[in-house]
């Protein structure tokens, strides 16, 4: 495992409790930027980095982005084997033409999505302007 410098470690045990860190599960409130493609299945953020981030009490997040679902349910295991704490994996949903779902469906799940939104806002302490 990576050595880490002390006085780095003295700070991050000195983090304060945050609503989002409570909220993630996780120690501190830092969270790994999902590194992918947008063209390829090209994967930059490994699954160790992701795992490591982690289990030093962070988020590690895997960018999925243009991957297949079998090689994403790869890594997936992957990181799993490598850490029993939260992760989250970011997902690139590419852009559909929405001429196919019909408006009053499409109108309700954007209400769904953002009432979700708004109801994760109010639980971390983050105002709706």
């Not at 501190?28 to 160790?48: Q, R």
């Not at 297949?68 to 690139?92: C, G, H, M, W």
Request: proline share 8%; net charge positive.
């Amino acid at each position: 495992m990576t050595q880490y410098n002390k006085s780095s470690l003295t700070m991050l045990k000195r983090w304060p409790k945050t609503p989002l860190a409570q909220l993630l599960n996780i120690k501190y409130p830092i969270v790994l930027a999902p590194l992918t493609s947008a063209v390829t299945d090209e994967v930059m953020g490994t699954p160790e980095l992701v795992a490591t981030i982690s289990n030093l009490g962070g988020l590690g997040t895997f960018g999925a982005g243009m991957l297949p679902p079998e090689k994403l349910r790869n890594y997936i295991k992957q990181i799993k084997s490598l850490t029993d704490k939260p992760f989250a994996v970011n997902l690139l949903v590419p852009r559909t033409e929405t001429n196919f779902i019909p408006k009053n469906v499409l109108d309700q799940k954007i209400e769904v999505s953002t009432e979700k939104i708004i109801s994760l806002k109010r639980k971390i302490g983050i105002d709706e302007d």
